[in-house]
C-alpha cells in the first residue's frame, strides 16, 4: 500500500518541559479552493486526558476518531495499545481501510502518529506533524526547542504553524491549540 499524502491542514504536536501541546490550522480544502476557514481539527478524548489532531478527509477524520474512542474506552486508557488496535483495523477492515486521513494522539507523556496503512510511529525529539505543512511546522518546532528553550510547548507549537501557514497555501493562520 503506498503512502498517504495528505494535502489539506497541518497539524503539530510538541513535548517541551513536561508540557503537551498540539495545534492545527483551520483550512479546510476542497482541491485548490478553500471551502472552510475555521475547522476545528483538535479534538479532546477520554475526558480531557487525551488530545487529538486529525489532516485528511473531514468524515473520514471524524470516522477514525470515533474509532479511537472506542478502543480507549475498551483499554482503559492505554493510549499506545488504543492506538496500535485501531491501525490494525484500519488496515485490515474493507470499509476503513478506504479512508484517507492521518492522526496524532497524544496523553500527557507520549505522542503517536497513526495512519491508515497500520504505522503507529513514536516521533523523535519529541516533535510529532502530519498534513501538507507538516515538514514547515517540523521544522520550525525542532529549531525551537534547540535554539529557544525558554518557550513553552504551547508557544512552540504556535510559531511553528504561524510559520508552515506563511508558507503552504493548505495552511491557514486561524490556529487552535490544546495543552496537557
Excluded at 71 to 86: C, D, H, M
Amino acid at each position: 500500500m503506498a503512502q498517504i499524502k495528505i494535502k489539506s491542514t497541518t497539524v503539530l504536536a510538541v513535548y517541551h518541559k513536561g508540557q503537551m501541546a498540539l495545534g492545527a490550522d483551520g483550512q479546510a480544502t476542497m482541491g485548490a479552493t478553500v471551502a472552510k476557514s475555521h475547522v476545528k481539527k483538535i479534538r479532546k478524548l477520554a475526558e480531557g486526558a487525551i488530545i487529538t489532531g486529525f489532516a485528511g478527509s473531514t468524515a473520514d477524520a471524524f470516522t477514525l476518531l470515533d474509532r479511537f474512542d472506542e478502543k480507549l474506552s475498551a483499554f482503559s486508557g492505554n493510549l499506545k495499545r488504543a492506538a496500535v488496535e485501531l491501525a490494525k483495523d484500519w488496515r485490515m477492515d474493507k470499509y476503513l481501510r478506504q479512508l484517507e486521513a492521518m492522526m496524532i494522539v497524544a496523553d500527557k507523556n507520549e505522542m503517536l502518529v497513526i495512519s491508515g496503512t497500520g504505522d503507529v510511529l513514536e516521533p523523535d525529539e519529541d516533535v510529532a506533524s502530519i498534513g501538507s505543512g507538516s515538514q514547515y511546522a517540523k521544522s520550525a518546532a525542532l529549531a525551537l526547542k534547540k535554539h529557544a528553550d525558554h518557550l513553552t510547548a504551547e508557544e512552540m507549537v504556535r510559531e511553528s504553524l504561524t510559520i508552515a501557514a506563511d508558507i503552504c497555501i493548505y495552511t491557514n493562520h486561524n490556529l487552535v491549540v490544546e495543552v496537557l
